[in-house]
């Protein structure tokens, strides 16, 4: 009895190593993971929900969504981001009415949180799929958001 | 098919016309160590690259793909880095027998190129106890790896060095015992001659299962010899950071590391000439078209592609299975390995009666 289970042991042995073997094998020949990055610059694509940088998006009129109510600025962990505002006159109302000046993001600051995104009313801002940061000082990661002589776009009816 | 017993005895007589028959046989022998040095050196780096290649591949990786096309030349910049780094003096170790351990390793290695028949006629020297040279020589880096640990005054080394002791003495009696087959099948020791009884057909076709049992079995035994794959004990970097060459570097630890990977190398071509047919190409009887295609083939592509058949074999093994335990280890041997292949020597002789 123990020489038939020691004989049945040896082909389980084998059987199994066998299996193993197979598995290997297999991923031998499977498509390789590896990504080759500065060949494959700007080819990948990268995930939907991928949290590069912080943008805000403008139509074609040169108009962005954000009505400078500074949620996000309240929300922001870590002071990234930095809203400055000024009153302008409605020309139909004849009232003054706050608007965004600049919309200053602190690249260097950010812990891509998403707390600013998720919190906007307006959806005013959203993640770029950019991760490529690097820069040779730090200034530069200093980035204003909304764009030179940008206006609040007006709302859908 | 070529013979390089043509070249060789050109080069010979080339000699012989200007030289004395002492200074030919003495500019012979440069040559030849020369020749067996250079080939070392080139299959070394060419072996590394396959390793880190094939082993890129099992993981789904890409592997060396930086210096030169498809990497080819990132072992080539592995060596010139390696000769360049510093040799970092240990104090306290033996220091003669620190220095003289890796050469004896590496000699070992080096011994076996002698008398591997690498293509009809390129046989450095026919020993009429070929196989048992092989053996001897191959099994003889143990030495030079339990100098290496001893010598380095440290406990990592030391353990790695008995660990590998322990596995090679025990692995060597399967390995040898399965060889044995073959020479039971073939009736010869000389390689030349095992050689060319395979002109028809490859010894593990001829020998039926036992031949395929004994090739199985040194393939493990041999694998189990050159401290890889799941049986690296010896230099098991979770537990003993490397094994017996913890305390070397630079060029030292290269030495150990180029003997590694040549005797996965010697392994496989010792199991080529003894099972794969050597240099002889594959002849199936009756089949005179397909035979004399084959024929065509030069006869170091034959050996090489088998070699490399059988070194693919060792590193599928290696990126599949974990490490063993020392204990399973001995066990695998001393319980299965060790009576299989005596069982299987009787079973080949009752074939060949």
Redesign the interface.
Same mark, same amino acid.
């Given at each position: 009895m123990k020489l038939i289970n020691y004989i049945a042991n040896?082909f389980i042995a084998i059987f199994r190593?066998l299996q193993? +073997?197979y598995?290997? +094998?297999l991923?031998?020949i499977?498509?390789? $993971?590896?990504e @080759?990055y500065p060949e494959n610059r700007g080819k990948k694509e990268q995930f939907e929900q991928m949290r590069g940088q912080l943008v805000m998006p403008h139509n074609e009129n040169n108009q962005h969504k954000c009505t400078a109510c500074l949620i996000c600025m309240t929300n922001c962990p870590n002071g990234t981001i930095q809203i400055t505002t000024k009153m302008e006159m409605n020309e139909e109302t004849g009232k003054e009415k706050k608007v965004l000046d600049t919309y200053m993001y602190d690249l260097g600051c950010c812990t891509y949180c998403s707390l600013c995104t998720w919190t906007c009313p307006q959806d005013a801002i959203e993640w770029s799929q950019n991760f490529e940061h690097a820069m040779f000082t730090r200034s530069k990661l200093n980035i204003r958001l909304n764009k030179e002589g940008s206006s609040l776009a007006p709302k859908n009816k | 098919m070529f013979d390089f017993a043509i070249v060789t005895s050109w080069i010979d007589q080339f000699l012989r016309s200007f030289l004395s028959a002492g200074w030919t046989l003495f500019v012979e022998f440069v040559l030849i160590g020369l020749v067996i040095l250079a080939l070392y050196a080139v299959l070394a780096l060419l072996l590394i690259y396959v390793e880190r290649k $094939?082993c890129a591949?099992? @993981?789904?990786?890409?592997g060396p793909?930086r210096v030169g096309p498809w990497g080819v030349l990132q072992s080539v910049a592995d060596m010139v880095k390696i000769l360049l780094k510093e040799l970092i003096n240990i104090k306290r170790v033996d220091p003669f027998l620190f220095k003289a351990a890796m050469f004896l390793v590496i000699i070992a290695s080096i011994c076996t190129f002698g008398a591997l028949p690498f293509a009809r006629g390129l046989q450095t020297i026919d020993f009429n106890i070929g196989v048992f040279y092989l053996l001897a020589v191959s099994s003889l880096g143990v030495v030079g790896i339990l100098l290496a640990g001893w010598s380095s005054n440290n406990k990592y080394t030391m353990i790695g060095a008995m660990r590998s002791g322990a596995q090679l003495i025990s692995y060597e009696l399967s390995a040898g015992l399965s060889l044995m087959a073959i020479v039971v099948l073939s009736g010869s020791m000389q390689l030349s001659e095992i050689v060319n009884q395979q002109a028809e057909m490859w010894f593990i076709f001829k020998g039926h299962i036992p031949a395929f049992i004994a090739f199985v079995i040194y393939l493990i035994a041999g694998h189990a010899e050159t401290n890889r794959g799941p049986f690296d004990l010896p230099e098991a970097e979770s537990e003993l950071t490397a094994g017996y060459h913890t305390e070397y570097s630079g060029i030292q630890f290269g030495f150990f590391y180029l003997a590694e990977y040549l005797n996965m190398f010697i392994v496989a071509a010792i199991a080529t000439t003894m099972f794969l047919g050597g240099w002889m190409p594959l002849h199936i009887p009756g089949w005179e078209g397909f035979n004399q295609v084959m024929d065509f083939i030069p006869s170091v592509i034959w050996f090489f592609g088998k070699a490399f058949l059988c070194v693919f074999l060792a590193l599928? $093994?290696r990126?599949?299975?974990p490490r063993l335990r020392i204990d399973q280890l001995l066990n695998l041997e001393w319980k299965?390995l060790m009576p299989?292949s005596l069982i299987n020597i009787l079973l080949m002789a009752l074939l060949v009666l």
């Open positions: 040896i190593l193993g +073997m598995i290997t +094998m991923n031998l499977r498509k390789k $993971v590896t @080759q | $094939v591949f099992f @993981q789904c990786r890409i793909n599928w $093994v990126w599949s299975f299965v299989i």
